[in-house]
């Protein structure tokens, strides 16, 4: 069986039991470690599970999952997620693929960004569409989120939006080339954020990024997270 679990949001200690349970008697126990970081080391993990934890990267997960899923339909397997299993397409993908070839697959769910945000003080039922700003680049400036804000903000929602991180990248230059050179991690601030909004604002001034409410959310969401 294949056992999606949700590490929640803090440190190695925010594993549910149940999910502690499945991981301590699991024939192999992945950590997915390119959608969300996790507050303390793969060590840590290990040190409290008592046990091995393989870290899987873009390149395993997206091209390699077979690896993963190799004889999970007899064997217990672990993939760990940061937050909740859900929050990300790529844990779907791997949960349908695992489904396609008849291999059972069972969830074990996590607090995740999507419900501690109420500790900003805003109701959850208050919040519209939730988008991701992802690293501009010089050829490259996605404004969908722009219009996303614009809709919620009609309406009077709030919005939550999740921070681009890089980690394991290739330039495009080596993925053209087909060398296996990576970038440095980068995990986007929120002074960037607000600043690529800023831009996105000024080129179309359709009321999409004011910046009072840019750092009203932005100084709420880091202040969450320096306290946690």
Request: with cysteine.
């Amino acid at each position: 069986m294949l056992y999606c679990i949700g590490l929640g949001l803090s440190d190695e200690k925010d594993i549910t039991l149940k999910g502690l349970d499945i991981v301590r008697r699991a024939e192999r126990v992945y950590l997915e470690a390119y959608t969300s970081i996790l507050m303390v080391s793969r060590e840590k993990l290990e040190e409290f599970y008592g046990r091995e934890v393989i870290i899987a990267d873009r390149e395993l997960v997206e091209s390699d999952s077979d690896v993963i899923l190799k004889d999970a339909i007899s064997t217990d397997i672990v993939f760990l997620v940061v937050g909740d299993p859900f929050g990300a397409t790529t844990h779907l993908d791997l949960l349908l693929r695992a489904r396609s070839l008849q291999i059972p697959v069972k969830t074990i769910h996590n607090a995740s960004i999507m419900n501690a945000v109420g500790a900003c003080g805003l109701q959850l039922y208050n919040f519209g569409q939730t988008v991701s700003m992802v690293f501009f680049t010089e050829t490259w400036k996605p404004s969908s989120f722009y219009d996303k804000i614009r809709e919620n903000a009609k309406i009077g929602l709030h919005s939550l939006i999740l921070l681009d991180i890089k980690v394991k990248e290739q330039s495009e230059e080596n993925l053209a080339r087909g060398k296996k050179i990576y970038e440095p991690p980068r995990y986007m601030t929120v002074s960037q954020c607000a600043n690529q909004m800023l831009a996105t604002e000024e080129l179309r001034q359709e009321g999409g990024g004011c910046p009072l409410n840019i750092n009203y959310r932005y100084r709420q969401m880091l202040t969450l997270n320096s306290r946690s």
